[in-house]
T-cell receptor, first 110, second 116 residues
Framework: SQELEQSPQSLIVQEGKNLTINCTSS?????LYWYKQKYGEGLIFLMM?????EEKSHEKITAKLDEKKQQSSLHITASQPSHAGIYLC??????????FGTGTRLKVLA | GAGVSQTPSNKVTEKGKYVELRCDPI?????LYWYRQSLGQGPEFLIY????????DSGLPNDRFFAVRPEGSVSTLKIQRTERGDSAVYLC??????????????FGPGTRLTVL
């Protein structure tokens, strides 16, 4: 079965700093999703990547899917306290079942 | 428009009791999913409905767990004889279409279940 590993597990950065979160899959990714979760809230969709080499940006967040489609990175530029939360990568592996990573807990110090 | 809603937001129960968790998907979404998220973990798939039928319930941990979606809209996850290990956040998601179309799943806020 497919597994997703995220690194780092947790991250504390000073406001204004850049950061990167990685998601590595044990199998080829067909659809890779990035979500953000805050305590007591559901998952908020950030971006979906499908094609090898694809890169998408939304505001200060950029996500990439590598050419071999087994790793994705999420990069936040000039982090703000509002970026704090848990970032989850999810994959559909060509099924309806999303497989999720264990999440990266981000804290941004003002 | 309204997103996916779940009720209750929090549920505290005693070991051995029966609980029902409700999910209202986005109107028109035919696919509905239940996930369970334990502390410090990512969500784990429980069951998938396409319309009224459970297309895949392979993620349900045991026969104490059951879910229904009688009219193809609202779904209820039912847990009998709750155990402390059932404590988790139960997430519901819906999507417009069927497998194969890379449909984004829209998640509800979850129900936090605590079994004492």
């Amino acid at each position: 079965s497919q597994e997703l590993e995220q690194s780092p597990q947790s991250l504390i950065v000073q406001e204004g700093k850049n950061l990167t979160i990685n998601c590595t899959s044990s199998k080829t990714l067909y659809g890779l999703y990035w979500y953000k979760q805050k305590y007591g809230e559901g998952l908020i969709f950030l971006m979906m990547l499908q094609k090898g080499g694809e890169e998408k940006s939304h505001e200060k967040i950029t996500a990439k899917l590598d050419e071999k489609k087994q790793q994705s990175s999420l990069h936040i530029t000039a982090s703000q306290p509002s970026h704090a939360g848990i970032y989850l990568c999810g994959a559909d592996g060509r099924t309806y079942k999303y497989i999720f990573g264990t999440g990266t807990r981000l804290k941004v110090l003002a | 428009g309204a997103g996916v809603s779940q009720t209750p937001s929090n549920k505290v129960t005693e070991k051995g009791k029966y609980v029902e968790l409700r999910c209202d998907p986005i109107s028109g979404h035919t696919a509905l999913y239940w996930y369970r998220q334990s502390l410090g973990q990512g969500p784990e798939f429980l069951i998938y409905f396409q319309g009224t039928g459970a297309a895949d319930d392979s993620g349900l941990p045991n026969d104490r767990f059951f879910a229904v979606r009688p009219e193809g809209s609202v779904s209820t996850l039912k847990i009998q004889r709750t155990e402390r290990g059932d404590s988790a956040v139960y997430l519901c998601a819906s999507s417009p279409g069927t497998w194969g179309s890379y449909n984004e799943q829209f998640f509800g806020p979850g129900t936090r279940l605590t079994v004492l």
